[in-house]
Each structure stands twice: as structure tokens, then as C-alpha cells.
């Protein structure tokens, strides 16, 4: 099955200053890699997602990239502010079987230092 | 309107008992799942139900087993709970166009 690594595990940045997060992916026919956000005590939320046929996809403050040859695919977040605290999960589809279930990565947490 | 609901939010209960959640949408989805989030944060998927035939079933107890009624709702039941049974449910579903999971807001079972 599909396996998603995800780092780091924990992230500080200044207020203003860029946050990256990294992920990999194993399976090679993996062809949707979504990023949900989850704040404190709420569900997860997807904030972006990027298909294997795009290398970049940006909205607002938020981009995606994805290397489909090293199979590995990056969050980053400009100008951050207080409000993107939360944890961050990258995610890659699960190849087969139909239902389009996602394996997620072990989570980023981000802290805004203000 | 809330896409996806689940019940209980809250759920505390006893080691050995049996409990269920249950989950409804209203996106006209026709694949819904259960996701564990354990206290890491990791988020891992029990069950995938499409059009009420279960797609996935990754390495969960059989005391884990879901329900699906009709397409709109999947329901989890487990049988006798165990400590490590503690942790946040989220049932979602699947908009099939976009690929995007809508999650519920979560089950937080605790097992005494």
C-alpha cells in the first residue's frame, strides 16, 4: 500500500516570515496529493490539492509543488500569521480498489511565534 | 446545514462495553469512510463503504465493524472496547469529482 512521510514534525516560524512542509510518497501511481488543515479541536479541512498532471498550484498565501519523479510534493505558506497555527497534513491517494481513500502523512504541527 | 454529522461527540465508557457512532451526510456521496486519529495526531483510515459494499478494510479488529443503511450513512459499532480503542473518530465522505474528503467533527471515545 501507499506510504506517506511527512517532516517535519513540528515547526516554529516567526510571524511574516515562509513555512515549507515536505512529504513523500511511495507508490508511483499515486495521482491526487490533497493538504488538510486541522486547528485545535476541529475537523480536518482541505486548503489546497495538487494532481500528478500539475508540477505547481498556488492560492493566495498557499502554494503546492510536486516532483513526480522524486515522488515528493511540498507545502508552503508565505507571510504567515497567528491563524495559521494548526496542524498540517499532506496526503496521497491510495492507488486501485475504487474508492479513492487517502493515506495521510504523520502531521505537521505549526506554531506562529508572534 | 452540516455536511457531514456524527453522534456522539463525546463518548466515555468502560472497558469490555460495546458502543456505536453513528454518521450521516448530506452531500449525495457515494463513498464515506471512518478515519482513527489517535493522540500522535495520526490520521489512519478503518473502512471505505461505496454504494454500500466496503471497499478498504485495513488492518482493523473485527470488534470494529461498520454499518451502512442506505448511501447517506455509515455507522460505526465496536464490540468489547479496549484501552487502546481511545481515540478521535472522524467519519467522512468522498466528493468523487474533486477527490476532496468532507470530515464530521469528530467522535472523542474514551475508554476507562
Known amino acids: 500500500g501507499e506510504n506517506v512521510e511527512q517532516h517535519p514534525s513540528t515547526l516554529s516560524v516567526q510571524e511574516g516570515d515562509s513555512a515549507v512542509i515536505k512529504c513523500t510518497y511511495s507508490?508511483?501511481?499515486?495521482?491526487?496529493f490533497p493538504w488538510y488543515k486541522q486547528e485545535l479541536g476541529k475537523r480536518p479541512q482541505l486548503i489546497i490539492d495538487?494532481?500528478?498532471?500539475?508540477g505547481e498550484k498556488k492560492d493566495q498565501r498557499i502554494a503546492v509543488t510536486l516532483n513526480k519523479t522524486a515522488k515528493h510534493f511540498s507545502l508552503h505558506i508565505t507571510e504567515t500569521q497567528p491563524e495559521d497555527s494548526a496542524v498540517y497534513f499532506c496526503?496521497?491517494?491510495?492507488?486501485?480498489?475504487?474508492?479513492?481513500?487517502?493515506?495521510f502523512g504523520k502531521g505537521t504541527h505549526l506554531i506562529i511565534q508572534p | 446545514d452540516t455536511a457531514v454529522s456524527q453522534t456522539p461527540k463525546y463518548l466515555v465508557t468502560q472497558m469490555g462495553n460495546d458502543k456505536s457512532i453513528k454518521c450521516e451526510q448530506n452531500?449525495?456521496?457515494?463513498?464515506m469512510y471512518w478515519y482513527k486519529q489517535d493522540s500522535k495526531k495520526f490520521l489512519k483510515i478503518m473502512f471505505s463503504?461505496?454504494?454500500?459494499?466496503?471497499?478498504i478494510n485495513e488492518t482493523v479488529p473485527n470488534r470494529f465493524s461498520p454499518k451502512s443503511p442506505d448511501k447517506a450513512h455509515l455507522n460505526l459499532h465496536i464490540n468489547s472496547l479496549e484501552l487502546g480503542d481511545s481515540a478521535v473518530y472522524f467519519c467522512a465522505s468522498n466528493a468523487r469529482v474533486t477527490g476532496e474528503l468532507f470530515f464530521g467533527e469528530g467522535s472523542r471515545l474514551t475508554v476507562l
Open positions: 463503504y461505496n454504494n454500500k459494499e466496503l471497499i
Open positions: 507508490d508511483s501511481a499515486s495521482n491526487y
Open positions: 496526503a496521497a491517494s491510495i492507488p486501485g480498489g475504487g474508492a479513492d481513500g487517502l493515506t
Open positions: 495538487i494532481r500528478s498532471n500539475v
Open positions: 452531500l449525495g456521496h457515494d463513498t
